[in-house]
């Protein structure tokens, strides 16, 4: 029976802590030895992990003390997403986000530069975007939110420009920031999302973090 399990744990014996891991990888990242997965490698693995962020690299660096472990991601970059929130508010900015992906992927782990192209979860098999396959014992599904701009009408063309912002994807949080620091006065509306998003907290921080106090930001 196939087995699933979140990036936040595995079990009582090995607790993962993405968070904390993935901060230390961000903030001391060095390049390892990395096994880079062909058709010719071995493709069965006792952990596979489907994504390379933060949550998958956090597992990973987990797992790879307890079997062999394979983590898929076709990216070459790797940003740490949380700091968005901080780019968006003035503190930060995209470029301290970003790390190449294989500084970030742990030692010992074999990493599938690769894209998930399916499940066959009866069969323990991640089907791959090249056509291969790779088998599991425990599979861990980190993959992130893919963010649909487009289903949103008018929005890509004019996101990033005419006031219009957002602090998903790289970059766009670059232009939130630049939008709020010519704000010299008036009222600003924070919200707070009643539907489960990623980093729902991100109007709160920007107004905690950046905001001058001509700005009335109690509404």
């Given at each position: 029976?196939?087995?699933?399990?979140?990036?936040?744990?595995?079990?009582?014996?090995?607790?993962?802590?993405?968070?904390?891991?993935?901060?230390?990888?961000?903030?001391?990242?060095?390049?390892?030895?990395?096994?880079?997965?062909?058709?010719?490698?071995?493709?069965?693995?006792?952990?596979?992990?489907?994504?390379?962020?933060?949550?998958?690299?956090?597992?990973?660096?987990?797992?790879?003390?307890?079997?062999?472990?394979?983590?898929?991601?076709?990216?070459?970059?790797?940003?740490?997403?949380?700091?968005?929130?901080?780019?968006?508010?003035?503190?930060?900015?995209?470029?301290?986000?970003?790390?190449?992906?294989?500084?970030?992927?742990?030692?010992?782990?074999?990493?599938?530069?690769?894209?998930?192209?399916?499940?066959?979860?009866?069969?323990?098999?991640?089907?791959?975007?090249?056509?291969?396959?790779?088998?599991?014992?425990?599979?861990?599904?980190?993959?992130?939110?893919?963010?649909?701009?487009?289903?949103?009408?008018?929005?890509?063309?004019?996101?990033?420009?005419?006031?219009?912002?957002?602090?998903y994807g790289p970059g766009n949080a670059d232009y939130t920031w630049k939008t709020l620091s010519n704000i010299k006065e008036g009222k600003l509306l924070f919200t707070?999302?009643?539907?489960?998003?990623?980093?729902?907290?991100?109007?709160?921080?920007?107004?905690?973090y950046r905001l001058r106090l001509c700005v009335d930001t109690t509404a």
């Amino acid at each position: 029976q196939s087995k699933y399990y979140r990036s936040s744990g595995i079990n009582a014996e090995w607790p993962l802590r993405p968070g904390v891991v993935a901060m230390n990888m961000i903030l001391n990242p060095k390049t390892v030895n990395k096994n880079l997965f062909n058709k010719r490698a071995l493709s069965h693995f006792k952990f596979v992990v489907a994504g390379g962020g933060s949550g998958g690299c956090a597992a990973a660096s987990n797992l790879v003390n307890h079997g062999s472990t394979a983590i898929i991601d076709y990216a070459d970059d790797h940003y740490y997403q949380p700091m968005w929130t901080l780019v968006g508010a003035g503190l930060k900015t995209t470029a301290q986000s970003k790390r190449d992906e294989k500084s970030c992927i742990p030692s010992k782990s074999n990493w599938i530069k690769d894209k998930v192209e399916g499940f066959d979860p009866d069969n323990n098999t991640v089907l791959l975007g090249n056509g291969g396959k790779v088998t599991y014992d425990y599979l861990v599904v980190a993959l992130g939110l893919d963010i649909r701009f487009d289903l949103i009408k008018g929005l890509p063309e004019t996101l990033g420009r005419n006031g219009v912002c957002s602090n998903y994807g790289p970059g766009n949080a670059d232009y939130t920031w630049k939008t709020l620091s010519n704000i010299k006065e008036g009222k600003l509306l924070f919200t707070f999302p009643n539907a489960p998003i990623k980093c729902a907290g991100a109007p709160q921080k920007r107004k905690k973090y950046r905001l001058r106090l001509c700005v009335d930001t109690t509404a």
